[in-house]
């Protein structure tokens, strides 16, 4: 049952939102928009993990999600700091 | 039994996701988008990891898990603090319906006494 | 601050001892380290009744934090998912009576995590936070809230 409803509910519905962040990447006035929009797709996309391990019963793959949260973690801090040496306008 | 419970806790995060994917496309201004989607998508993925424990139900994996769980509700904020900061101090917009800027007002007093602004 | 420590510690070498590492014996060996350090402490400091006002007090402020954080997010779940949009946000300045820098790092942590409020910068001297805010009614009111319901509660945790 909860294969099922992971692959048919819950995964769709994190595809929408992942469709949805990624419109604003596109559309985002500034440089911060995109980022934020960045930022909530890789959460978006450690929850996917998680609900894929819930799906099909792999309890491993919650080592994948940990370090995908640590690598975007020190990515938008990156382009965070990018943001403050940048010279040009946003 | 325990599988509705985990069904339950993995449709409230998946919408919790969603609200916080609808809030980054309909907000006016990047300060008011990143202070509704950055706790909603903690609030979503920890809901989404409560479930993944209740789940599996080991104490090896429930760890990680909950470390996991802890990990992102001590970065995510740290991370949107520090975006908002930069572009705050980049100069992106205000929305026009803000109806007042203290810290606006605090820089423009410090220019104004010719203070020095260096490590801003 | 090294009887908490011991607290924590303690147990350890209990599990070392007894050859069992679970958790419920690294609860048994708690009490019993609190227990004991408890006897070795001087009359007049009670160890383990400080530590359980410790305790009572982080889980008073767990669960204030998780309905502050509950109550926040159904407000701005509700302005996503209607199409007019209520809100009169502001930045405000926060005067801070807190001094380190984990009570203030733990105050705007707080602040981002709450749904609609989001911690910009502080000031060079540390003594002024500027947030900024979604739902603002009236400024001087907000401050207010802020400095009662949150500063007071990180002071009270932390001292």
Redesign the interface.
């Known amino acids: 049952?909860?294969e099922t409803?992971?692959f048919w509910?819950?995964l769709p519905?994190?595809s929408?939102?992942?469709a949805?962040?990624f419109?604003?990447m596109v559309l985002g006035p500034?440089l911060?928009?995109r980022?934020?929009?960045l930022?909530?797709i890789a959460?978006?996309s450690?929850?996917m993990i998680?609900?894929y391990?819930?799906a099909t019963g792999e309890?491993v793959l919650?080592?994948l999600?940990?370090v995908w949260?640590?690598v975007s973690?020190l990515s938008?801090?990156a382009?965070?700091y990018y943001?403050?040496r940048?010279r040009s306008k946003? | 039994m325990i599988d509705l419970l985990v069904l339950a806790l993995m449709l409230a995060g998946a919408l919790f996701m969603l609200v916080a994917a609808l809030g980054i496309v309909r907000m006016p201004d990047v300060f008011m988008r990143m202070s509704c989607n950055a706790k909603s998508v903690i609030i979503g993925l920890t809901l989404l990891l409560l479930a993944f424990t209740l789940h599996f139900r080991e104490i090896g994996v429930g760890s990680r898990a909950v470390a996991t769980i802890a990990f992102i509700a001590l970065t995510v904020p740290v991370a949107s603090h520090r975006i908002g900061r930069s572009a705050y101090l980049r100069g992106v917009k205000l929305w026009d319906g803000t109806i007042r800027d203290e810290l606006g007002e605090a820089l423009e007093a410090a220019r104004k006494n010719g203070e020095n602004d260096a490590d801003r | 601050m090294s009887v908490f420590w011991g607290n924590i510690f303690l147990p350890v070498v209990w599990m070392a001892l007894t050859g069992k590492f679970t958790l419920a014996n690294y609860f048994l060996g708690f009490l019993i380290s609190s227990f004991a350090l408890w006897i070795a402490r001087p009359p007049g400091e009670v160890a383990f009744l400080v530590y359980l006002e410790r305790l009572r007090r982080w889980l008073d402020f767990f669960f204030f934090f998780l309905w502050e954080l509950v109550v926040a997010s159904a407000q701005v779940t509700y302005d996503i998912l209607t199409p007019h949009h209520r809100m009169r946000p502001a930045v405000i300045a926060i005067p801070l009576d807190l001094q380190t820098d984990t009570e203030i790092t733990l105050l705007a942590n707080m602040i981002t995590l709450t749904p609609g409020t989001l911690s910009l910068d502080i000031s060079p001297q540390r003594d002024i936070l500027y947030i900024h805010a979604m739902y603002v009614d009236d400024i001087e009111e907000f401050r207010h809230m802020i400095k009662e319901r949150f500063e007071k509660r990180v002071k009270e945790v932390m001292r």
């Open positions: 049952m909860l409803a992971s509910v819950i519905i994190l929408l939102s992942l949805l962040s419109i604003r500034t911060p928009d980022i934020i929009a930022e909530t959460v978006i450690v929850g998680v609900v391990a819930i309890g919650i080592d999600a940990s949260s640590v973690f938008i801090i382009f965070a943001i403050e940048w946003l």
